[in-house]
């Protein structure tokens, strides 16, 4: 259940409010979606949804399609592609498919099945770019780690 102010519109977690759309539960809708404001899934969606904002899939919502969005709450079930900034899995929410995403949260008996991806910066300065000069310079410090202790060997035997 979505809660909204006196004047009809939601929270969206910012201090802000702004307009909801609300899929009803009982209704099933086919097709695209494209938003400003939050979704708030209680029903059946097949389609794509496109926002720049909060979607929600409610406790008895239904999704089948692709979902690019700010943020993605999931309380029901969702099946498909999700590209978005946050996503949440609370309990007893179940998403099952490819995640993109920066933060993926799963709350405790949420349920994720697929492949998650981190999502990446498009600057040189990404989490993979300053891994990737460490890796090979471990590599090069394991190729001589063999050869240093043998030579070392002698030499404390020696004395």
């Known amino acids: 259940m979505a809660l909204f102010t006196h004047d009809n519109k939601q929270p969206n977690g910012a201090g802000k409010t702004g307009p909801a759309t609300i899929i009803a539960v009982g209704t099933k809708l086919k097709g695209d979606i494209h938003s400003d404001c939050h979704l708030h899934i209680d029903g059946e969606f097949e389609g794509n949804i496109y ?3 909060t979607v929600m899939i409610g406790k008895s919502g ?13 309380s029901g079930k969702l099946s498909g592609l999700i590209e978005c900034e946050v996503v949440e899995i609370l309990p007893l929410g179940h998403i099952n498919g490819k995640i993109i995403s920066s933060e993926l949260v799963i709350e405790r008996k949420g349920i994720f099945i697929g492949e998650s991806k981190i999502k990446q910066d498009k600057s040189p300065t990404t989490p993979l770019a300053h891994h990737a000069p460490i890796s090979h310079q471990a590599q090069d410090t394991q190729d001589t780690k063999p050869q240093s202790p043998k030579s070392q060997t002698p030499k404390l035997q020696a004395q």
């Open 51 to 53: 926002s720049k904002n």
């Open 62 to 74: 239904l999704v089948s399609g692709n979902i690019y969005a700010q943020k993605l709450i999931v």
